[in-house]
């Protein structure tokens, strides 16, 4: 696949993606029963995990300065090495991750079960250990007024913050495992 091909791809993805998203948060807005939102949160959550996970795993491994990171965490019962797409930003030798799906999810359960984990964001990779939870007002004060803007919108409560270790070598992107 050509470069251009790919970038329009990915154009094109993120617009429908983007689209889709925007909808669905006016519906849960709007709508005040929480078996809807369950339902809407669940079908946003297996959309992001089949279709746009992959091409966001794919864009943070090909293009500089994108917004997604990845998280490479280590299941806890399983041991297998999985990547996850996230938004991580950095703020003060720490990076906060907004958790629109919980405390709960897999990813998040397994790096908080493991203390440190693999981050690779714009092309660097970092170790960070020491994952703490933050509610919204803890998290808020540490973040620009667009990033609180926007997960305030989305209804974002939980925050993973995690401290800066090392930032690992190029040759250790090249072979993580």
Wanted: charged share 20%.
């Amino acid at each position: 696949m050509t470069e251009s091909v790919a970038r329009q791809l990915i154009k094109n993805v993120a617009q429908v993606s983007l689209f889709l998203v925007l909808a669905l948060l006016v519906v849960w807005r709007t709508m005040g029963d929480r078996g809807v939102r369950r339902w809407i949160r669940d079908r946003i959550r297996r959309f992001n995990k089949q279709i746009l996970n992959p091409i966001l795993l794919t864009v943070a491994r090909y293009r500089q300065g994108s917004y997604p990171a990845v998280v490479r965490h280590v299941g806890r019962h399983s041991g297998h090495h999985y990547a996850t797409p996230v938004v991580a930003v950095p703020v003060a030798g720490s990076f906060l991750i907004p958790l629109p799906y919980g405390t709960e999810t897999d990813w998040c359960r397994n790096v908080r079960a493991a203390g440190a984990f693999t981050l690779e964001q714009e092309g660097v990779s970092y170790r960070v250990d020491q994952p703490e939870l933050l509610d919204a007002a803890t998290a808020y004060p540490l973040l620009d007024l667009a990033h609180r803007w926007v997960w305030r919108l989305f209804g974002i409560t939980h925050y993973l913050r995690v401290h800066r270790c090392a930032v690992l070598s190029p040759e250790l992107l090249l072979n993580p495992r």
